[in-house]
């Protein structure tokens, strides 16, 4: 007798096993979906760079390919890559919208006579004038200096020949007339570019 109810307590447990495992998968999904982290995750300082880049500091456009000295260049400016990026300006911070489909050339910080005046370059395969058709429908209530191609923000309607203009906010519109022209420290300008567009901003 004591046999037989073993051997029938081993066949109740085989029917439950499936039972068990399937608790034990839809309490692990449900653990999953509600955010508990089973084996906690290992976070460097570069991909929390990146994290917080992705968020609400999000880069105005992205990237032309870094140049083959690039990284020697970092070193000698006494800068890492990493910090540079986490500089870069969103398009919140611009202050105006980026061309769709431009890349980020240039950025340079303290722009003119160090003030607080920064610089960013994108580059676009379209011509000049789709782009600067494309800003005339996006920047209403700028001034728009045709002969220069330029946008400057409403009431700051200054002489595009002065020093006050390079260190007034403004949208300038460049083709493209040589191969580097847009080329900056570590970013090489693309070789389909036709257009440049300088952005000035604080």
């Known amino acids: 007798m004591k046999n037989l109810h073993t051997h029938l307590g081993n066949q109740q ?7 068990t495992i399937y608790l034990l998968s839809l309490f692990v999904c449900v ?25 609400s500091n999000r880069m105005a456009a992205p990237l032309a390919k870094f ?25 919140k911070k611009l202050g105006v919208p980026v061309y769709p489909g431009a890349v980020i050339t240039v950025y340079q910080q303290g722009f003119y006579d160090r003030s607080t005046i920064s610089e960013l370059i994108l580059t676009s395969p379209d011509p000049a004038k789709k782009i600067e058709a494309w800003y005339t429908n996006k920047l209403k209530g700028w001034i728009h200096n045709k002969t220069y191609h330029a946008f400057l923000p409403p009431n700051k309607n200054v002489d595009v020949m002065s020093d006050k203009y390079a260190a007034t906010p ?7 007339m040589s191969k580097n022209q847009f080329d900056g420290t570590f970013l090489k300008q693309p070789a389909n570019t036709k257009t440049g567009i300088v952005i000035r901003y604080k």
């Open 13 to 19: 447990e085989s029917k439950n096993f499936p039972g």
């Open 31 to 55: 653990l999953a979906f509600s955010g508990f982290e089973i084996a906690p995750k290992t976070v460097t300082n570069r991909s929390k760079m990146f994290y917080a880049d992705s968020s």
């Open 67 to 91: 140049k083959k000295d690039a990284d020697s260049w970092f070193k000698k400016m006494g800068i890492t890559k990493q910090k540079w990026l986490s500089q870069l300006p969103s398009e």
């Open 170 to 176: 403004h949208v300038e519109i460049e083709q493209a």
